[in-house]
């Protein structure tokens, strides 16, 4: 037997979620068991600890999108047990059982192995929101963004996505702005790097003018909507948008007129199903270039039990930087 953050469903459809013992036989199918070391909270976790958000397919339910530890037992070749791994995306945690308890069960082909300079917590600092800040960066770069092209605007910067981002470009030696709505928050993102720091408010407002003051040689958006429309229309030409997230709303009421004067570039940022190559490229380069220093000035320390609580704030937007949990504290 062994601790796991369960979820379960009455039948007036209410769910709640607390610490219970499971067994081995109730874990899921897969080629390869884990040991699981730590987890982490994404926007995604708080949505399945709570009423679901439509993504948990069936109840009762272990949350956790992502997990990192090591390889108890494998019918899979690739891992042999002591192997350290991680795993982020594929619907783990959703549809199938995930990274909040002591053991988790998966196939093969979801896993990673753990890339060298870095060890299991460090790489649930990361997580899929530092996961995903990467795959960002890399399609910036992939689309000609280079140190001293100008300003790299980042949205949502305080948040786990954001602070990865306003990181890494800052190491990378771009010059970083980051947006937030949280003044409070200045001090910290100063601390990862970003040289300027921007109100919400400047760009949270839709103007009429589809062009406006070419400004930002990139930008990492993590908020999608109405400042994703108007972050276009400041784009510098031939600049790349990487849009990661839709925490101010999915829609987005913008014109083409930068794409078609400008040569804007929006780009789609998707880390569930990134296949494997480009899985591997980008935790290389996790390991490589994010500052771990930096890292660890990000991290709030978490254990199971916390985990409802934290559900709820992640969805408030009341969690910043990264939480790390120790499932076996």
Known sequence: MFNALLVTKDEEGKTSASVTQISEDQLPDGEVTVAVEYSTVNYKD??????????????????????????????????????KVVLTGWRVGEAHWGGYAQKARVKADWLVPLPGGLDTRQAMAVGTAGFTSMLAVMALEDHGLTPGDGPVLVTGAAGGVGSVAVALL??????????????????????????????????????????????????????????????????????????????GGAGLPATVIPFLLRGVNLLGIDSVMQPYDNRLRAWERIAKDLPMAKLESMVQPAVLSDLPGLGRDILKGQVKGRVVVDVNA
């Not at 679901?52 to 899979?76: C, I, K, M, Q, W």
């Not at 970083?176 to 709505?181: E, F, K, S």
């Not at 003051?213 to 990139?218: P, V």
């Open 46 to 83: 708080g949505l399945c600890v709570g009423p679901g958000g439509g993504l948990v397919r069936n109840y009762p339910h272990v949350p956790g999108v992502d997990f990192a530890g090591t390889v108890e037992t494998s019918s899979d070749d690739r891992y042999k047990p002591g192997d």
């Open 170 to 247: 800052a190491a990378l030696g771009h010059e970083v702005a980051g947006v937030t709505g949280r003044p409070e928050t200045a001090e910290y993102l100063t601390s990862l790097g970003a040289s300027q720091i921007v109100a919400r408010e400047e760009l949270n407002e839709t103007v009429k003018r589809p062009l406006e003051a070419e400004t930002w040689a990139g930008c990492v958006d993590a908020v999608g909507g109405d400042m994703l429309a108007r972050v276009l229309g400041q784009m510098k030409y031939g600049a790349s948008v990487s849009a990661v997230g839709l925490a």
